[in-house]
């Protein structure tokens, strides 16, 4: 394990990263280039001084799984991630799993549609980034450990990041969504990951496992769902899907027909963002809303 050069590479990945690269608010008083270690430690769901140890070349050789939490959180490369492995004295991850990396030109989109929430998603339905909106719309997916930023984990499992529901479909979006994740596994079998998740979802719901032993396949499609927000409501929102082939990723657009209600709660929502809500969680004046420890 190459600890010197491993600290470099990482303290480099990190400095080259905006925090909108990775659906982060700037947030006040930001004095050092790219992201804080406070903001990588949030991403990869790891401690803020387990990420100073490494930056300074000390700590135990890290496992594989915080080696990926690290790729993911920093947006590395393919090359990049096989480098970290690499120094870090793992082998890479094989070829043919599910690629994490969101492309800087689906970044840029997200960028360029501020008044919709956007985010977008691995062929396992991980959450890889998304924009301020969404983060408004659904919760800051930041708060939430790395292996439950995923929209299944989050259906069958979870209470979504801040507390925020989508519509509980037990006929075909539930359907369809577990059989997106069948396809997914005869695409991807041996991707580690996604063989978890397959095991934890089938043990830890009896309606996830019901829908798995039907055996079908599926795909993502667009549909009007509901969104039940902790301050605004029940929300009825268009979900369009935007399939990028490259990288197998989903963009998912949200939006609500002109002159709604829920139309008026997104703007509400662009207007005020985070900043909104932000006294509830007893956050301080200067705080990143997506940083505060």
Same mark, same amino acid.
């Given at each position: 394990? $190459?600890?010197?050069?491993?600290?470099?590479?990482?303290?480099?990945?990190?400095?080259?990263?905006?925090?909108?690269?990775?659906?982060?608010?700037?947030?006040?008083?930001?004095?050092?280039?790219?992201?804080?270690? #406070?903001?990588?430690?949030?991403?990869?769901?790891?401690?803020?001084?387990?990420?100073?140890?490494?930056?300074?070349?000390?700590?135990?050789?890290?496992?594989?799984?915080?080696?990926?939490?690290?790729?993911?959180?920093?947006?590395?490369?393919?090359?990049?991630?096989?480098?970290?492995?690499?120094?870090?004295?793992?082998?890479?991850?094989?070829?043919?799993?599910?690629?994490?990396?969101?492309?800087?030109?689906?970044?840029?989109?997200?960028?360029?549609?501020?008044?919709?929430?956007?985010?977008?998603?691995?062929?396992?339905?991980?959450?890889?980034?998304?924009?301020?909106?969404?983060?408004?719309?659904?919760?800051?997916?930041?708060?939430?450990?790395?292996?439950?930023?995923?929209?299944?984990?989050?259906?069958?499992?979870?209470?979504?990041?801040?507390?925020?529901?989508?519509?509980?479909?037990?006929?075909?979006?539930?359907?369809?969504?577990?059989?997106?994740?069948?396809?997914?596994?005869?695409?991807?079998?041996? $991707?580690?990951?996604?063989?978890?998740?397959?095991?934890?979802?089938?043990?830890?719901?009896?309606?996830?496992?019901?829908?798995?032993?039907?055996?079908?396949?599926?795909?993502?499609?667009?549909? *009007?769902?509901?969104?039940?927000?902790?301050?605004?409501?029940?929300? *009825?929102? $268009?979900?369009?899907?935007?399939?990028?082939? #490259?990288?197998?990723? *989903?963009?998912?657009?949200?939006?609500?027909?002109?002159?709604?209600? *829920?139309?008026?709660?997104?703007?509400?929502?662009?207007?005020?963002?985070?900043?909104?809500?932000?006294?509830?969680?007893?956050?301080?004046?200067?705080? $990143?809303?997506?940083?505060?420890?």
């Amino acid at each position: 394990m $190459d600890r010197a050069e491993l600290a470099t590479v990482l303290k480099t990945a990190r400095s080259r990263l905006r925090p909108a690269d990775v659906g982060l608010a700037a947030g006040f008083r930001r004095q050092v280039p790219g992201l804080r270690r #406070e903001e990588v430690a949030h991403l990869a769901g790891l401690s803020v001084d387990y990420i100073v140890r490494l930056e300074q070349g000390r700590g135990p050789k890290p496992s594989d799984q915080v080696l990926g939490a690290l790729v993911r959180a920093l947006r590395l490369s393919d090359a990049d991630r096989d480098l970290v492995f690499r120094l870090a004295g793992s082998e890479p991850p094989p070829a043919g799993g599910i690629s994490m990396l969101v492309r800087p030109s689906v970044l840029r989109l997200l960028d360029r549609v501020p008044d919709l929430p956007a985010v977008v998603l691995s062929a396992k339905s991980d959450v890889l980034a998304w924009n301020p909106l969404a983060a408004a719309l659904f919760g800051d997916f930041s708060r939430l450990p790395p292996a439950q930023r995923n929209l299944l984990w989050q259906r069958f499992l979870g209470v979504g990041a801040d507390g925020v529901r989508t519509a509980e479909d037990s006929g075909v979006g539930a359907a369809d969504c577990v059989g997106c994740l069948r396809t997914a596994h005869a695409k991807y079998p041996r $991707d580690a990951g996604l063989v978890r998740l397959i095991a934890e979802l089938r043990a830890g719901s009896a309606r996830f496992e019901e829908l798995w032993q039907a055996g079908r396949s599926g795909r993502l499609r667009s549909r *009007t769902t509901e969104v039940t927000h902790p301050e605004l409501g029940v929300l *009825t929102l $268009d979900c369009d899907v935007l399939h990028e082939p #490259e990288a197998d990723q *989903t963009v998912l657009v949200y939006s609500a027909a002109p002159a709604t209600g *829920t139309a008026g709660a997104l703007e509400l929502l662009r207007v005020t963002g985070l900043e909104q809500f932000r006294s509830s969680r007893h956050l301080s004046d200067t705080a $990143d809303p997506r940083t505060a420890s």
